[in-house]
């Protein structure tokens, strides 16, 4: 396992129920795994969630920690994802909230996203509202952290990886190409960067770019309303830039 799973507590119920089959495989898993599953009444699961919902079942498990660098080195070639031509990193600049960075996730894992990379400081911890928000993909899908971007994404830069960023408002990039999303080519291994919620990418970062990507809308936009939520817009900007690995058939 991951991480250590130490309880599972499952909603008592009387009768049938839509979620009982489920609560009962799971009790299953859980037993196999020698982890105990205690029945409790739903006003236990509500304290033990802190009034989240919970569907019925909670798990106690150690924190999950964000695995380090040096242990994402590409495989050799032929073995597994790094065999592909084309490789695909997430990188994410002090992304808080914990609804975006668990949807964010979601999407890269879906996309096929091979590394997903976060910023150590100013950043969302992997908390229990984030693996909800991913709908397990956090569970799966290992996330990496660094305390130095800069150095980071040059450092990749001279390995020959594309470093591009993204910018809801292109008028706001003095020293770096903007493009529309559609007009990127994918061609050599890439590094996508998403900034923060409030403040998108910072300046320092947007140096180390060598293009930003960014969404065209369908519409004139009002003051105020320019602007994507952060894990929509990656969505788009990895779904634009993924649909070429499948038309090249990689």
Not at 6 to 15: A, H, I, M, S, T
Not at 118 to 139: Q, R
Not at 187 to 194: A, H, T
Request: neutral net charge; proline residues 7%.
């Amino acid at each position: 396992a991951r991480r250590a799973l130490f309880r599972l507590f499952l909603k008592e119920q009387r009768g049938g129920g839509p979620g009982r089959p489920v609560r009962a495989e799971l009790g299953l898993q859980a037993a196999a795994r020698g982890v105990p599953v205690l029945h409790v009444p739903g006003r236990a699961l509500n304290v033990l969630c802190r009034g989240r919902p919970h569907q019925g079942v909670c798990l106690e498990a150690a924190p999950l920690p964000f695995r380090s660098l040096r242990d994402a080195e590409e495989p050799q070639p032929g073995h597994g994802e790094s065999g592909r031509r084309q490789r695909l990193w997430l990188v994410l600049e002090h992304i808080q909230d914990p609804m975006n960075l668990g949807a964010l996730l979601r999407s890269a894992y879906f996309l096929g996203v091979d590394r997903v990379v976060v910023t150590h400081s100013n950043s969302c911890p992997l908390t229990p509202i984030v693996s909800k928000a991913s709908a397990g993909a956090m569970e799966v899908f290992d996330v990496y952290s660094t305390d130095d971007l800069q150095g980071f994404l040059k450092a990749k830069s001279a390995e020959g990886w594309e470093v591009v960023g993204t910018v809801s408002r292109p008028e706001d990039v003095e020293d770096v190409p903007v493009i529309s999303c559609s007009e990127f080519r994918w061609d050599k291994p890439l590094i996508v960067v998403i900034g923060s919620e409030g403040e998108g990418l910072s300046l320092e970062t947007q140096l180390q770019c060598q293009r930003m990507l960014a969404i065209p809308p369908g519409r004139a936009l009002h003051p105020g309303i320019d602007s994507l939520n952060v894990s929509v817009a990656a969505g788009i900007l990895l779904h634009s830039i993924c649909s070429q690995r499948q038309r090249h058939g990689d």
